[in-house]
């Protein structure tokens, strides 16, 4: 008997299906919003961890063969040194584009009509047609820096919206037929991209957007990546768009290309710290607009559906000794220790 331990919010139709999979015993935990120590006996037993976050005495999963996370980012598990382990780790690539896409949408919409601008003219009673609320986004050059599953689903947006899309890669954009990707969305084949640049080629990348989203993960050699030299390559009419993570633009560069308008506005929605402090100067830009990390979430009402989907998917692959959807190489996992 193989057990599998499930940590996370699924639907129970999930539970039940991957209970009457012959040869497992299925153990569904209510999901934490940290690390808690799980009983040593049941530990012990497990082969298939699917969950958010960890149990502290994670060393007692002694016959751990796989390892699902419920996070596409696994920075946060630094401290675990999973690319040193000898098991598979998936992550949860796929469960939050559709959100982050349409987040990156309606940050360029918003952006470029000034909506912050259109509310405080609101709240003031005022009426004042300014050109800046009659712009649109089709036709603009929109930069996808890092071409995984947000940058895929983002482009098939943007292209139907009339833009031209660009994107940045660390080498060519292959097919990706190994990630869970949900019906209707995406594109496995890499073709939507009007230009696609390579390393050594980030100043003439730049230089041609009318917005910069970054949709790559943060690890050593992201962390700090977008700094004085490529805000300052950026048109002063671009925005920034992060829905990545924080530190990938340096803090104090994009404090000054902001206050310099180096830049013409940012959208942000993770950030340098949690939470956000009240007096941090980047909530008083009024061409910012700041969103609590909400862009992707599991609190989604899809989440425990899609996360269904791909738990059973995986699962059965396992048992089928199949390749896994989402593996997370190990070059990437100790890359990840930031």
Not at 129 to 135: E, G, I, K, N
Not at 147 to 174: C, Q, S
Not at 313 to 321: L, P, S, Y
Request: net charge neutral; aromatic share 6%; glycine share 8%.
């Amino acid at each position: 008997m193989r057990h599998v331990l499930l940590n996370v919010s699924l639907q129970p139709a999930a539970v039940d299906r991957l209970r009457i999979l012959p040869g497992l015993q299925v153990h569904w935990l209510d999901p934490t919003d940290a690390p808690v120590e799980r009983p040593v006996e049941l530990l012990r037993d497990v082969r298939f961890l699917i969950c958010k976050h960890p149990p502290k005495n994670f060393d007692d999963l002694t016959n751990l063969e796989v390892l699902q996370l419920a996070t596409v980012g696994y920075e946060h598990l630094a401290h675990l040194r999973l690319g040193e382990r000898p098991f598979a780790v998936c992550n949860a690539r796929g469960m939050f584009d559709t959100g982050i896409a349409e987040w990156n949408v309606a940050m360029m919409v918003n952006l470029t009509r000034d909506l912050r601008g259109m509310i405080r003219r609101q709240e003031r009673g005022q009426w004042e047609r300014v050109a800046a609320f009659h712009q649109e986004i089709r036709g603009r050059t929109v930069g996808l820096w890092g071409y995984g599953g947000i940058g895929r689903e983002t482009a098939r947006l943007a292209k139907a919206m009339g833009m031209i899309v660009h994107t940045m890669t660390r080498r060519d954009i292959a097919p990706r037929h190994g990630d869970f990707t949900p019906p209707g969305t995406g594109e496995a084949d890499g073709k939507l991209p009007d230009r696609v640049f390579t390393s050594g080629q980030e100043r003439e990348f730049l230089a041609g957007l009318d917005f910069l989203i970054l949709a790559l993960p943060r690890s050593r050699s992201t962390t700090g990546l977008i700094g004085e030299s490529e805000l300052r390559a950026l048109k002063p009419t671009a925005f920034v768009l992060n829905p990545a993570r924080g530190p990938i633009v340096q803090e104090a560069a994009l404090l000054q290309a902001l206050r310099d308008g180096w830049i013409a506005g940012a959208a942000l929605d993770t950030h340098y710290h949690y939470p956000m402090p009240a007096d941090h100067p980047l909530w008083s830009f009024p061409n910012v607009i700041m969103t609590p990390h909400i862009s992707g979430s599991d609190k989604s009402e899809r989440f425990p559906t899609l996360m269904g989907v791909l738990c059973i998917e995986n699962v059965m692959r396992w048992v089928g000794g199949r390749e896994l959807l989402n593996v997370v190489t190990r070059e990437d996992l100790l890359e990840s220790t930031v």
